[in-house]
């Protein structure tokens, strides 16, 4: 596997259903990151683990509950969604800024399709 | 603060038009300028990107120029395939704020035969 990897692609679910999101790098960054995509919406960042640190979005709902154990790991742990959070989960993953310097150009995984019923 | 305005979609052309995305950015520092395009059911893929101003980034004959007087950073292709139908975002990065992207809203590109 090259680049940044997610799955399960595609995931329909019950709003009492609990079910993680995976995503793994195998760039070797130090920095990862949680974005929600909605139609006609700016990309929205929901979290960054980043030199071990974790940076959130103050305004992600805690039902979306964010996990790294590792540099390379990252996941993203459901429950009790509502049908509003349906959307496309993007992964990324970068060099910290403070230490790649001018600029932490992100790598995107291809994304999970989530449909919350 | 940090912003990216992008123009609104969709936006349709034919094989071989000139392309022109806008984007423009508020920054509170010195930020780097970013495209990046999704093709369908893909994730973001880097198009080509800036650090400064007066850089020109260019990929896949797609280019950009960082302006600070504008600050402005408009998309460019001479001609345009019909493999170039995407999503484009414009986007931005400020050492300031670490690791903190801003990215605009995307603008749907369709080229028809």
């Known amino acids: 596997e090259t680049g940044v990897t997610q799955t399960p692609r595609h995931l329909v679910m019950g709003m009492t259903n609990k079910k993680s999101l995976k995503c793994e790098q195998h760039?070797?960054?130090?920095?990862m990151y949680w974005y929600k995509q909605s139609a006609k919406k700016p990309l929205e960042l929901m979290f960054v683990?980043?030199?071990?640190?974790?940076?959130e979005n103050n305004s992600v709902p805690s039902r979306f509950s964010p996990e790294c154990p590792n540099s390379s790991h990252l996941f993203l742990h459901l429950h009790t969604l509502q049908p509003e959070d349906s959307a496309l989960y993007l992964c990324?993953?970068?060099?910290?800024?403070?230490?790649?310097?001018?600029?932490?150009?992100?790598?995107f995984g291809p994304g999970t399709r989530l449909t919350v019923l | 603060g940090n912003s990216v305005t992008q123009m609104e979609g969709p936006v349709t052309l034919s094989e071989e038009a000139f392309l022109t995305i806008n984007c423009t950015y508020t920054?509170?520092?010195?930020?780097?300028l970013f495209w990046y395009v999704q093709y369908p059911g893909e994730g973001l893929q880097l198009l080509l990107k800036?650090?400064?101003?007066?850089d020109k980034g260019s990929n896949k004959g797609f280019e950009a120029t960082y302006r600070k007087e504008t600050t402005s950073f408009h998309l460019e292709k001479g001609s345009v395939q019909v493999s170039d139908s995407a999503v484009y975002f414009c986007?931005?990065?400020?050492?300031?704020?670490?690791?903190?992207?801003?990215f605009g809203t995307g603008t749907s590109l369709t080229v028809i035969p």
């Open positions: 990324a993953s970068s060099q910290d800024p403070r230490l790649a310097g001018w600029y932490n150009e992100q790598f």
């Open positions: 760039l070797g960054h130090n920095a």
């Open positions: 683990y980043s030199l071990e640190e974790r940076v």
């Open positions: 920054a509170t520092g010195y930020p780097s």
């Open positions: 800036a650090t400064k101003a007066d």
């Open positions: 986007a931005l990065s400020d050492l300031i704020t670490g690791n903190q992207f801003y």
